[in-house]
Nanobody, 125 residues
Framework: QRQLVESGGGSVQAGGSLKLSCSGSRNIFSVYRMGWFRRAPGKEREGVAAIDANGSTMYADGVIDRFTISKDNAKNTLYLEMGSLKPEDTAMYYC???????????????????WGQGTQVTVSS
């Protein structure tokens, strides 16, 4: 019941769009802080976007105005809409959940407890 499963990754050309989804078998999206993180080859894992239990959001520099995080509590699903994709966006993308610090969004991966298996996003130039 604590499973998180990402989907929607793939290969696109620079300038294209992609929408990622993260589904849970139990509705945790209304009470947990949720986030999207990514890890590219040769780089450390970094936070991309987060949304807290109240719907407040936070975005990393470099994705503001290009990416949008949202959730549908009724569908038990978290989304990341990605537009104007760049080659530097290429990475494995993970969704994560934090049941503790639920009242504010942040991009610190160490604060998140539950993780999905990841979905690969590749952007070609």
């Amino acid at each position: 019941q604590r499973q998180l499963v990402e989907s929607g990754g793939g290969s696109v050309q620079a300038g294209g769009s992609l929408k990622l989804s993260c589904s849970g078998s139990r509705n945790i999206f209304s009470v947990y802080r949720m986030g999207w993180f990514r890890r590219a080859p040769g780089k450390e894992r970094e936070g991309v976007a987060a949304i807290d239990a109240n719907g407040s959001t936070m975005y990393a520099d470099g994705v503001i105005d290009r990416f949008t995080i949202s959730k549908d509590n009724a569908k038990n699903t978290l989304y990341l809409e990605m537009g104007s994709l760049k080659p530097e966006d290429t990475a494995m993308y993970y969704c994560a959940a934090d049941p503790r610090y639920i009242d504010y969004a942040n991009l610190l991966s160490a604060d998140y407890i539950y993780w999905g298996q990841g979905t690969q996003v590749t952007v070609s130039s």
